[in-house]
């Protein structure tokens, strides 16, 4: 048999093939017309197991049982996504406990940062809330405890940076804190400049003090100056503070202009930073809320440790035409080669889309917790 004899018999299976799977999903709509009868769950873990045995008996090449396997597990997933589709069509709903609401409340709420006046997080806390609004803690775990006990209404957290990465710390608070959503994002420039508390030259300074984070963005202006000694700090306004009061001879520290300006430090440079960077904060809150306006979904999911399990939770997302914008993985505590994943998805809890893929997690009996619905805010540089 020649090649083109070959493709013209693929090409009548692979049509036989699409019918069969039209036909297939057909009946799932009828199983689903019959679970919404009898309430039964979508998800029959038993009887797919079964089936996928039963698959693998019939295929007599031992090379092609687990490919055919694998084959039959995926068009039984479409089924049930297909089925669960067909159920939020009819009204049948999930319910992940949040409430939309037409906007937030920041009027007469308190607002907790890390740090001290001038900080990134007083700035980017400063674009919803006014100065004697905002209150201070020493560490990021002291926002969320903040939050959770009601002695604040709304705390801050850095997240990420576009050039830096993920604060991973501040991840795994949340991962901790289940009480804890995020209501909002703010994406704030960050600009470092070099400060000194004398009247020194850039190549006089002999120490810089900054958090770890500022250090690195700076890498490239260290390269200039390599005698330069990094020393990290809590915060890059905890550091300016520092040196203020201190006024330690030929050290600088990094941090933003105003908090240069506030505490009376002279800028030896400006713009030291590697290349113009973003932070992502979260504002976050005690409330399960969410805005009609809302695009953007935080959650972790906590995938089993098997092959290709993450692989089939995130194409719950895919079937429903959802984009995932960020998959961050972080160990699980003491459990070695545990990992759970923080996952961006676009769109808005009342979207049936979003309905559909989350409500494939819940039948699938994935583990995972939505961390928040909200509307990302980007602030430009002033």
């Known amino acids: 048999m020649g090649l083109e004899e070959i493709r013209k018999e693929l090409d009548t299976i692979d049509r036989e093939i699409v019918q069969l799977f039209q036909k297939r999903m057909d009946l799932s709509i009828e199983v689903a017309k019959d679970k919404a009868k009898t309430g039964k769950a979508v998800f029959d873990g038993k009887r797919e197991e079964e089936k996928l045995n039963s698959i693998s008996d019939m295929v007599g090449d031992p090379l092609l049982k687990t490919p055919a396997r694998e084959l039959f597990r995926g068009l039984m997933t479409l089924s049930r996504r297909r089925q669960l589709q067909y159920l939020s069509e009819i009204g049948r709903k ?19 940062a890390q740090g001290v006046k001038w900080s990134y997080s007083y700035l980017a806390g400063r674009v919803f809330f006014q100065e004697d609004s905002i209150e201070f803690v020493e560490h990021f775990q002291d926002v969320l405890e903040a939050v959770q006990s009601g002695r604040a209404d709304y705390g801050i957290l850095p997240m990420d940076n576009s050039t830096y990465g993920m604060v991973q710390d501040n991840y795994d608070l949340l991962s901790r804190f289940e009480e804890i959503s995020v209501l909002k994002e703010i994406n704030y420039p960050v600009s470092h400049c070099l400060c000194s508390a004398g009247d020194y030259r850039t190549e006089e300074i002999r120490k810089v003090y900054s ?36 006024k330690e001879e030929y050290a600088a520290v990094l941090c933003s202009r105003p908090a240069a300006e506030y505490y009376g430090l002279r800028i030896l440079q400006d713009g030291v930073s590697s290349k113009e960077n973003t932070t992502r904060f979260f504002l976050i809150g005690k409330e ?60 808005n809890l009342s979207e049936p889309e979003m309905e559909n893929a989350l409500s494939a997690l819940k039948e699938e009996g994935v583990q995972f917790r939505i961390l928040g619905n909200y509307l990302p805010c980007k602030v430009k540089n002033s």
């Open 94 to 112: 999930s319910d992940f406990s949040f409430r939309e609401v037409g906007e937030l409340s920041f009027s007469g709420k308190k607002l907790v």
């Open 211 to 246: 958090h770890p984070q500022a250090l690195a963005q700076c890498r490239e202006f260290f390269k200039e100056y390599p005698f330069m000694e990094k020393i990290a700090d809590l915060n890059t306004a905890i550091a300016a503070k520092k040196l203020a009061e201190t």
């Open 288 to 347: 399960k809320i969410y805005t009609k306006d809302a695009d953007k979904l935080t959650m972790i999911l906590w995938a089993a440790n098997q092959a290709g399990s993450l692989y089939h939770v995130l194409g719950d997302f895919t079937w429903n035409g959802l984009s995932l914008s960020m998959i961050q993985s972080r160990p699980v505590g003491d459990k070695a080669f545990s990992y759970l994943f923080f996952v961006d998805v676009s769109g």
